[in-house]
């Protein structure tokens, strides 16, 4: 499944792989679940709606609804080539949601983990990137209060912020 959303854009997000109930059905990414509800109202509120492309680190829905170290790995180049195609500003910005979307992220682009550890509101410098962490916007997340609305906001509005200042 390929990205969505804006052709040029200088903020690229990324999640993990396209949802069982939601990205899975309707073919886009974070379209129809409540991980795409809570995305699509936080776009919204921070002025970012259709200013963004959307995609995952895994392209395909996961056989346990979460990807092996292998899907991951065979989904890596498709990933960097849509990173290469939406770069449109000296320094381009990825909001990375979850850490498996940080580490696959970081690995398709040649990089160490040690150098760069996910944390929510982490903010990396990797060659000509800028990266920002932030926990995934999943059900899960948001139920157990790990990730609230507030600290989602923020985190998006300051990718946002560096993305477009």
Do not use: W
Request: aromatic share 6%; net charge positive.
């Amino acid at each position: 499944m390929p990205g969505s959303g804006a052709d040029s854009c200088s903020l690229m997000i990324i999640g993990l792989a396209p949802g069982m109930h939601g990205a899975n059905k309707s073919g886009v990414p974070f379209v129809g679940d409540a991980s795409g509800n809570l995305l699509g109202e936080v776009l919204k509120a921070s002025g970012l709606a259709g200013r963004v492309m959307i995609t995952n680190a895994v392209k395909c829905l996961p056989l346990k609804n979460l990807p092996s170290s292998r899907e991951v790995k065979n989904c890596s180049r498709f990933l960097v080539s849509e990173i290469e195609a939406h770069q449109v500003n000296p320094r381009p910005v990825l909001l990375l949601l979850g850490g498996v979307a940080h580490r696959a992220t970081i690995s398709a682009l040649g990089g160490r983990q040690s150098d760069y550890p996910f944390a929510h509101g982490a903010v990396h410098v990797m060659d000509d990137l800028t990266l920002v962490d932030s926990y995934h916007c999943s059900r899960y997340n948001t139920q157990t209060g790990r990730l609230t609305y507030q600290m989602f906001l923020d985190v998006v509005t300051a990718a946002g912020n560096m993305a477009y200042p």
